[in-house]
């Protein structure tokens, strides 16, 4: 195989691993990688807003508030308007939205992260130089993305609007 036929190889394996993670996280706790981060920062935050989340795991305030809406339509989180000023609004999980963290698996980028960190500094900047070399000769620099490895979340969301 050429040297490109055995990197696009490589790269499908990646797609692959995510994917199938994917899939098996969203089946376990009915969470996408994404709602599973969002509701994360929302435990780590009490009354954290939408526009910190999405700051803070890198997304847009628009798929953020996407989000949001499902988790919300699910009893999972809830929105609270501040009495003092009524353009804040705090983000809260429901009893079932912990209950439904505790069983959740964690994200495949945590093992990502372990396996990432044990590495030598050279070897890990190596690594991130290669794969940001790759994102730009894919036209993929301007993407939204968050740090985490999930395939396509709003279709998995907008999959799970039409079974409910």
């Not at 376990?28 to 709602?35: E, R």
């Not at 079932?96 to 992260?113: M, T």
């Not at 890990?124 to 939204?144: F, G, K, T, V």
């Amino acid at each position: 195989m050429e040297k490109y036929e055995e990197l696009l190889v490589s790269i499908r394996k990646v797609i692959r691993a995510i994917d199938l993670h994917s899939k098996q996280l969203n089946k376990s706790s009915g969470l996408t990688g994404p709602q599973l981060l969002i509701m994360q920062e929302i435990a780590r935050v009490k009354g954290v807003t939408a526009g910190a989340v999405a700051k803070e795991i890198n997304l847009s305030a628009a798929t953020v508030t996407n989000i949001l809406d499902r988790l919300e339509s699910r009893d999972l989180i809830e929105r609270v308007r501040s009495k003092e000023d009524k353009r804040r609004v705090s983000l809260f999980l429901t009893e079932k939205g912990k209950a439904s963290l505790i069983d959740a698996p964690q994200p495949l980028q945590e093992h990502f992260i372990q396996n990432f960190c044990g590495l030598e500094q050279w070897e890990q900047s190596l690594l991130l130089s290669s794969m940001q070399r790759i994102a730009s000769m894919m036209d993929a620099n301007d993407l939204d993305a968050a740090p985490m490895l999930e395939i396509d979340p709003m279709s998995v969301s907008v999959n799970e609007e039409k079974k409910s």
